[in-house]
Protein backbone atom coordinates (compact mmCIF):
# COMPACT_ATOMS: atom_id res chain seq x y z
CA UNK A 1 0.00 0.00 0.00
CA UNK A 2 1.30 3.76 -0.54
CA UNK A 3 2.44 5.25 2.11
CA UNK A 4 0.48 8.04 1.02
CA UNK A 5 -2.84 6.51 0.78
CA UNK A 6 -5.52 7.48 3.54
CA UNK A 7 -7.67 5.06 4.12
CA UNK A 8 -11.71 6.78 5.08
CA UNK A 9 -12.73 5.69 8.58
CA UNK A 10 -15.82 3.92 7.16
CA UNK A 11 -17.79 3.57 3.72
CA UNK A 12 -20.88 1.95 1.52
CA UNK A 13 -20.06 -0.78 -0.85
CA UNK A 14 -20.71 1.87 -3.68
CA UNK A 15 -17.84 4.39 -1.73
CA UNK A 16 -15.19 2.01 -1.43
CA UNK A 17 -16.14 0.81 -5.22
CA UNK A 18 -15.14 4.66 -5.97
CA UNK A 19 -12.67 5.00 -4.05
CA UNK A 20 -10.64 1.48 -4.33
CA UNK A 21 -7.47 1.97 -5.78
CA UNK A 22 -5.83 0.89 -9.16
CA UNK A 23 -2.36 0.36 -8.20
CA UNK A 24 -2.39 -3.22 -8.67
CA UNK A 25 -3.38 -4.07 -5.02
CA UNK A 26 -6.46 -6.04 -4.24
CA UNK A 27 -8.82 -4.71 -1.70
CA UNK A 28 -12.52 -5.85 0.12
CA UNK A 29 -14.47 -4.07 2.48
CA UNK A 30 -15.05 -5.52 5.87
CA UNK A 31 -18.07 -3.69 7.78
CA UNK A 32 -17.43 -0.64 5.94
CA UNK A 33 -13.75 -0.67 6.61
CA UNK A 34 -11.22 -1.00 3.29
CA UNK A 35 -8.90 -4.07 3.92
CA UNK A 36 -5.91 -4.51 1.77
CA UNK A 37 -5.07 -8.06 0.59
CA UNK A 38 -1.70 -9.68 0.60
CA UNK A 39 -0.40 -11.19 -2.77
CA UNK A 40 -0.69 -15.33 -2.83
CA UNK A 41 1.76 -17.21 -2.56
CA UNK A 42 2.75 -19.00 -5.65
CA UNK A 43 1.20 -22.45 -4.18
CA UNK A 44 -1.81 -20.69 -3.46
CA UNK A 45 -1.44 -19.08 -7.05
CA UNK A 46 -1.41 -22.61 -8.85
CA UNK A 47 -3.45 -24.28 -6.87
CA UNK A 48 -6.46 -21.30 -7.32
CA UNK A 49 -4.94 -21.25 -11.16
CA UNK A 50 -5.76 -25.08 -11.80
CA UNK A 51 -8.85 -24.92 -9.75
CA UNK A 52 -10.10 -22.19 -12.41
CA UNK A 53 -9.03 -24.34 -14.88
CA UNK A 54 -10.78 -27.55 -14.31
CA UNK A 55 -13.93 -25.33 -13.75
CA UNK A 56 -13.62 -23.44 -16.61
CA UNK A 57 -13.12 -26.63 -18.67
CA UNK A 58 -16.00 -28.68 -17.08
CA UNK A 59 -18.61 -26.00 -17.47
CA UNK A 60 -17.37 -25.57 -21.13
CA UNK A 61 -17.36 -29.26 -22.07
CA UNK A 62 -20.91 -29.30 -20.47
CA UNK A 63 -22.64 -26.44 -21.86
CA UNK A 64 -23.49 -24.68 -18.65
CA UNK A 65 -24.27 -21.16 -19.40
CA UNK A 66 -21.92 -20.74 -16.04
CA UNK A 67 -18.98 -18.63 -15.66
CA UNK A 68 -16.07 -19.09 -13.23
CA UNK A 69 -14.36 -16.03 -12.32
CA UNK A 70 -11.20 -15.35 -10.21
CA UNK A 71 -10.87 -13.15 -6.93
CA UNK A 72 -14.38 -11.33 -7.80
CA UNK A 73 -16.33 -9.12 -5.49
CA UNK A 74 -18.96 -10.60 -3.82
CA UNK A 75 -21.54 -9.04 -1.13
CA UNK A 76 -23.06 -10.72 1.93
CA UNK A 77 -26.89 -10.79 2.39
CA UNK A 78 -26.36 -9.56 5.73
CA UNK A 79 -24.81 -6.05 6.26
CA UNK A 80 -24.98 -5.77 2.38
CA UNK A 81 -24.71 -2.04 2.47
CA UNK A 82 -20.77 -2.21 4.04
CA UNK A 83 -19.40 -5.57 2.94
CA UNK A 84 -17.68 -6.81 0.00
CA UNK A 85 -15.39 -9.85 -0.04
CA UNK A 86 -13.48 -11.27 -2.65
CA UNK A 87 -13.04 -15.15 -2.73
CA UNK A 88 -10.19 -16.72 -4.48
CA UNK A 89 -13.16 -18.15 -6.99
CA UNK A 90 -16.74 -18.53 -7.75
CA UNK A 91 -19.15 -19.15 -10.14
CA UNK A 92 -22.34 -17.72 -11.13
CA UNK A 93 -24.95 -18.63 -13.85
CA UNK A 94 -26.32 -15.56 -13.72
CA UNK A 95 -25.22 -13.36 -16.92
CA UNK A 96 -22.07 -11.49 -16.60
CA UNK A 97 -21.30 -8.18 -17.86
CA UNK A 98 -17.48 -7.47 -18.33
CA UNK A 99 -17.98 -3.90 -16.37
CA UNK A 100 -19.68 -5.63 -13.46
CA UNK A 101 -17.93 -4.76 -10.31
CA UNK A 102 -19.59 -7.63 -8.00
CA UNK A 103 -20.44 -11.10 -9.00
CA UNK A 104 -24.28 -11.30 -9.16
CA UNK A 105 -25.89 -14.87 -7.37
CA UNK A 106 -22.83 -16.98 -7.17
CA UNK A 107 -23.75 -20.54 -6.29
CA UNK A 108 -20.34 -21.76 -5.86
CA UNK A 109 -17.63 -20.44 -4.03
CA UNK A 110 -13.87 -21.38 -3.48
CA UNK A 111 -11.22 -20.15 -0.88
CA UNK A 112 -7.93 -21.37 -0.91
CA UNK A 113 -6.42 -21.97 2.71
CA UNK A 114 -3.23 -20.10 3.20
CA UNK A 115 -1.55 -20.32 6.84
CA UNK A 116 -1.21 -17.15 7.48
CA UNK A 117 -5.10 -15.74 7.46
CA UNK A 118 -6.68 -18.75 8.19
CA UNK A 119 -9.25 -16.96 10.69
CA UNK A 120 -9.77 -14.22 7.87
CA UNK A 121 -10.75 -17.01 5.46
CA UNK A 122 -13.15 -18.91 7.63
CA UNK A 123 -14.88 -15.58 8.64
CA UNK A 124 -15.35 -14.45 4.69
CA UNK A 125 -16.53 -18.61 4.59
CA UNK A 126 -19.39 -17.57 7.31
CA UNK A 127 -20.23 -14.05 5.66
CA UNK A 128 -21.01 -16.09 1.98
CA UNK A 129 -23.72 -18.66 4.00
CA UNK A 130 -25.77 -15.45 4.05
CA UNK A 131 -25.84 -15.24 0.38
CA UNK A 132 -28.88 -16.83 -0.98
CA UNK A 133 -27.81 -18.34 -4.55
CA UNK A 134 -24.99 -19.99 -2.40
CA UNK A 135 -25.22 -23.68 -3.05
CA UNK A 136 -21.54 -24.87 -2.25
CA UNK A 137 -18.38 -23.31 -0.50
CA UNK A 138 -15.07 -25.09 -0.98
CA UNK A 139 -11.79 -24.65 1.53
CA UNK A 140 -9.19 -25.63 -0.24
CA UNK A 141 -5.90 -26.00 2.21
CA UNK A 142 -2.33 -24.54 0.58
CA UNK A 143 0.21 -26.66 1.75
CA UNK A 144 -1.78 -30.08 2.82
CA UNK A 145 -3.97 -32.19 0.31
CA UNK A 146 -7.04 -31.52 2.23
CA UNK A 147 -10.43 -29.61 1.60
CA UNK A 148 -13.47 -28.19 3.38
CA UNK A 149 -16.82 -28.54 1.76
CA UNK A 150 -20.26 -26.98 2.92
CA UNK A 151 -23.34 -27.57 1.14
CA UNK A 152 -26.47 -26.42 1.48
CA UNK A 153 -29.19 -29.22 2.45
CA UNK A 154 -32.80 -29.15 -0.09
CA UNK A 155 -34.51 -26.72 3.18
CA UNK A 156 -31.39 -24.27 2.40
CA UNK A 157 -29.51 -24.57 5.82
CA UNK A 158 -26.21 -25.39 6.39
CA UNK A 159 -24.45 -28.45 8.05
CA UNK A 160 -22.97 -27.38 11.32
CA UNK A 161 -19.73 -28.37 10.17
CA UNK A 162 -17.77 -29.00 6.84
CA UNK A 163 -17.37 -32.17 5.06
CA UNK A 164 -13.23 -33.07 5.22
CA UNK A 165 -11.75 -34.90 2.48
CA UNK A 166 -8.04 -35.11 2.18
CA UNK A 167 -8.31 -38.20 -0.53
CA UNK A 168 -10.55 -39.74 -3.15
CA UNK A 169 -13.17 -37.67 -5.23
CA UNK A 170 -14.41 -34.20 -4.64
CA UNK A 171 -18.32 -33.85 -6.13
CA UNK A 172 -19.42 -30.35 -6.31
CA UNK A 173 -23.30 -30.85 -6.56
CA UNK A 174 -23.72 -26.97 -7.67
CA UNK A 175 -22.37 -27.70 -11.05
CA UNK A 176 -22.42 -31.40 -11.65
CA UNK A 177 -18.18 -31.50 -11.15
CA UNK A 178 -16.39 -34.41 -9.59
CA UNK A 179 -12.58 -34.68 -9.76
CA UNK A 180 -9.65 -36.11 -7.63
CA UNK A 181 -9.07 -34.34 -4.70
CA UNK A 182 -5.37 -34.58 -6.07
CA UNK A 183 -5.88 -33.22 -9.52
CA UNK A 184 -6.44 -29.95 -7.53
CA UNK A 185 -2.82 -29.78 -6.25
CA UNK A 186 -1.36 -31.04 -9.26
CA UNK A 187 0.38 -27.73 -10.37
CA UNK A 188 1.20 -27.24 -6.99
CA UNK A 189 4.94 -27.13 -5.27
CA UNK A 190 5.41 -30.47 -3.25
CA UNK A 191 2.81 -30.75 -0.08
CA UNK A 192 2.31 -32.25 3.17
CA UNK A 193 1.25 -35.77 3.44
CA UNK A 194 -2.37 -35.61 5.14
CA UNK A 195 -2.18 -37.25 8.46
Known amino acids: MS?????????TVPEFLDWCPEDGQRWELVDGAPRAMAPAKLGHGAIQSEIAA????????????CTVVTAP?????????????????AVTCAPVSP?????????????ILSPSNGAETWANVWTYTTIPSVREILVVHQVAQRAELLRRDPRGDWPPEPLTLTEGELALDSIGFRVSLA?????????????
Open 3 to 11: ASLKLPAAM
Open 54 to 65: LLRNHLLDRGQA
Open 73 to 89: GVIPRVRAATNLRVPDL
Open 99 to 111: TDATMAEPVLIVE
Open 183 to 195: ALYRTAPPLRLPG
